[in-house]
């Protein structure tokens, strides 16, 4: 996992929605910013989109910059490429740019590891947490509420730090890497 207190690592990408290249400067909010690795096909992020959505909603008039990043290998899931990535933005009501990280640079970079995986940035660009949405997954009957992700973004506004023991590794499809 990202240490915590590492600075954002930066990037370029493209948004698949918009056609722009974005930068972390350009999605990073006033109080704080959330990066996220999904990706369309994973029963996982299907599980938790709309309720990734609701958050961004929610946290965006606050301050809270967000963007979501696939780093899958296309030619292993082609389902997770740009146009069908801007196809899966649209229908799951991201208010958020959807990057594309073809050379898969991006993740290596955050040590990610599967989709989906939260890495939320403070008002300093520095790690605060990296871990789960919350403790929901698909057929655990759990409902999908975001708990400890809201309860890091409430904590990054109100500039408290969040306790190691409240970030659990995310879980989820291992990110497809391309061979070597």
């Not at 909010?29 to 609701?54: D, K, Q, S, W």
């Not at 403790?135 to 506004?157: F, Q």
Request: with cysteine.
């Amino acid at each position: 996992m990202m240490p915590l207190g590492t600075a954002a690592p930066d990037f370029s990408l493209p948004d698949t929605v918009s056609g722009k290249t974005k930068t972390f400067a350009d999605v990073a909010g006033e109080n704080g910013t959330l990066v996220m690795f999904i990706c369309n096909h994973c029963p996982y992020v299907i599980h938790i989109a709309r309720e990734i959505a609701g958050v961004a909603a929610e946290y965006d008039p606050k301050g809270i910059g967000f963007v979501a990043i696939s780093s899958n290998d296309v030619s292993e899931r082609p389902e997770d490429g740009p146009e069908a990535m801007a196809e899966f933005a649209e229908a799951s009501n991201f208010i958020f740019p959807y990057l594309y990280d073809e050379s898969q640079d991006v993740a290596k970079a955050y040590n990610a590891v599967c989709t989906p995986d939260f890495f939320l940035f403070d008002a300093k660009g520095r790690c605060a947490y990296r871990g789960q949405f919350d403790g929901s997954r698909p057929k655990n009957g759990e409902p999908v509420t975001g708990a400890d992700l809201r309860a890091s973004l409430d904590a990054v506004l109100e500039g408290d730090p969040i306790p190691e023991e409240a970030q659990v590794p995310s879980q989820g499809c291992s990110i497809k890497w391309k061979a070597a």
